[in-house]
T-cell receptor, first 111, second 107 residues
C-alpha cells in the first residue's frame, strides 16, 4: 500500500471555515498529489509536489493551497470551505513513471 | 488540453468477457494506465501500456493504439468481485483520469 495515510478520514465542516487535510507517506517518494473525486468526473488533480517546498497547480486548484515542509507530509488547505468543495479527497504518490498509489481518502462534507 | 471518454456503465454476467473502451485527446502522451476502484475504496493500479498492442496480466488485458488514441481493458472470466469502477488514465506530465466506467457483474 506504499505506506500512505490520510487524516482525517471523515470531516464535516461549515461554509467559511478553514480545513486542512494531511497526507503522510513513509517511503520517501518525491512526487505527491492531491485529487478530488466527484461523481461523473473521475479523479481531478488539485495540486502536486515534486519535492520539499516544490509544488504546482493542477486542473482544479482554485480555492485550495498546499504545503510540503517535509518529504513525508503533504498538506491540503481549504482557506474558506464552500459547499462545492464537498468531495472525496485522495492523496497519491508516484511509485514510478507509470504507477501512482493512492491513500484511503478523506470524505469532506461542507454544510 | 486533455480529455478522456469512457462508457459510464457496463453490465455483464459471471464468467463472461467484457471490454471497457477509452478514447483520449491529449498533448504529451507517454502511456495509458488502468485503475480499479471498489465502492468506498481507493483506486488501485491494474495495468499500463506505453506501446501499441496487448498487455496481459492474468484475467485482465489492456490494449493501446496510439495512432487511434484508443485503448481498452478486457476482463475475462468475470467474477462478482470484479464489480467496481474502472478508470483509464493518460500519463503525460501528470496523470489525467477518465470519468470512469462502473462495471456490474450479475450472477
Amino acid at each position: 500500500d506504499a505506506g500512505i495515510t490520510q487524516s482525517p478520514r471523515h470531516k464535516v465542516t461549515e461554509t467559511g471555515t478553514p480545513v486542512t487535510l494531511r497526507c503522510h507517506q513513509t517511503e520517501n517518494h518525491r512526487y505527491m498529489y492531491w485529487y478530488r473525486q466527484d461523481p461523473g468526473h473521475g479523479l481531478r488533480l488539485i495540486h502536486y509536489s515534486y519535492g520539499v517546498k516544490d509544488t504546482d497547480k493542477g486542473e482544479v486548484s482554485d480555492g485550495y493551497s498546499v504545503s510540503r515542509s517535509k518529504t513525508e507530509d503533504f498538506l491540503l488547505t481549504l482557506e474558506s470551505a464552500t459547499s462545492s468543495q464537498t468531495s472525496v479527497y485522495f492523496c497519491a504518490i508516484k511509485e514510478n513513471e507509470e504507477t501512482q498509489y493512492f491513500g484511503p481518502g478523506t470524505r469532506l462534507l461542507v454544510l | 488540453g486533455q480529455s478522456l471518454e469512457q462508457p459510464s456503465e457496463v453490465t455483464a454476467v459471471e464468467g463472461a468477457i467484457v471490454q471497457i473502451n477509452c478514447t483520449y485527446q491529449t498533448s504529451g502522451f507517454y502511456g495509458l494506465s488502468w485503475y480499479q476502484q471498489h465502492d468506498g475504496g481507493a483506486p488501485t493500479f491494474l495495468s499500463y501500456n506505453a506501446l501499441d498492442g496487448l498487455e496481459e496480466t492474468g484475467r485482465f488485458s489492456s490494449f493501446l493504439s496510439r495512432s487511434d488514441s484508443y485503448g481498452y481493458l478486457l476482463l475475462q472470466e468475470l467474477q462478482m468481485k470484479d464489480s467496481a469502477s474502472y478508470f483509464c488514465a493518460v500519463i503525460g506530465q501528470n496523470f489525467v483520469f477518465g470519468p470512469g466506467t462502473r462495471l456490474s457483474v450479475l450472477p
